[in-house]
């Protein structure tokens, strides 16, 4: 009885398995815009370009190579730019580390395929001896099998560009509203504004 039933789980986990979808990271991705969108757009707005998403500064994936790459191919895209390079989108580097919410994670060519949540923190960029690092206030990190990886920040700034005056008085600033905050609203404004310039500041102490 029990080979019976054995054997009926591995044929059904057998037939499963050759019915079992390849992952959208292993197809390549289609770079075609949205023509619904795009057509709805132009009925109402005919005037004005429809606006551009984040996938449209980012070159189509390919399928996952058959040997891990050299390089790490990475689309760093804001809303409104391409952040990494700005010839085109993708760049290939060496590897990233990410503020994801679970902690720092770097990312390596052949890196298993994920998704994370960023944090407020830092990104560091990894090319040679050359190390490029960013602040990003948050979005998510799509890792694909086929050593690419689509990283997706609502704001992002070099970390050299970052003014240390400016984020001690935000910091001061949103601690004082924090400790006089009487609502609800008012004290999760004034923790996410602690908490984005305490990133900040170990941003620029770290």
């Known amino acids: 009885m029990f080979r019976q039933a054995a054997a009926r789980i591995l044929t059904r986990s057998s037939s499963s398995a050759a019915r079992t979808r390849p992952f959208s990271t292993d197809l390549a991705a289609a770079a075609s815009p949205d023509e619904t969108f795009v057509e709805?757009?132009?009925?109402?707005?005919?005037?004005?370009?429809?606006?551009?998403?984040?996938?449209?500064?980012?070159?189509?994936?390919?399928?996952?190579?058959?040997?891990?790459?050299?390089?790490?191919?990475?689309?760093?895209?804001?809303?409104?730019?391409?952040?990494?390079?700005?010839?085109?989108?993708?760049?290939?580097?060496?590897?990233?580390?990410?503020?994801?919410?679970?902690?720092?994670?770097?990312?390596l060519p052949g890196h298993v395929a994920t998704i994370a949540e960023l944090k407020p923190g830092v990104m560091s960029v990894h090319e040679g001896d050359k190390v490029v690092k960013y602040f990003v206030s948050s979005g998510f990190a799509f890792v694909h099998s086929n050593s690419y990886a689509d990283i997706i920040a609502v704001e992002a700034v070099p970390i050299d560009q970052i003014d240390p005056a400016l984020v001690q008085k935000g910091l001061a600033d949103f601690t004082q509203k924090l400790s006089s905050a009487s609502t609800d609203l008012e004290k999760a404004e004034a923790q996410i504004g602690v908490d984005v310039h305490s990133a900040l500041n170990s941003a620029l102490t770290g």
């Open 40 to 107: 709805a757009w132009k009925k109402v707005i005919p005037n004005i370009e429809p606006p551009k998403t984040p996938s449209s500064f980012m070159t189509p994936r390919p399928a996952t190579p058959s040997s891990i790459p050299s390089k790490l191919t990475v689309n760093f895209v804001l809303p409104y730019a391409s952040e990494l390079s700005t010839k085109e989108a993708s760049y290939k580097v060496d590897m990233v580390i990410i503020p994801a919410s679970t902690g720092q994670m770097g990312v």
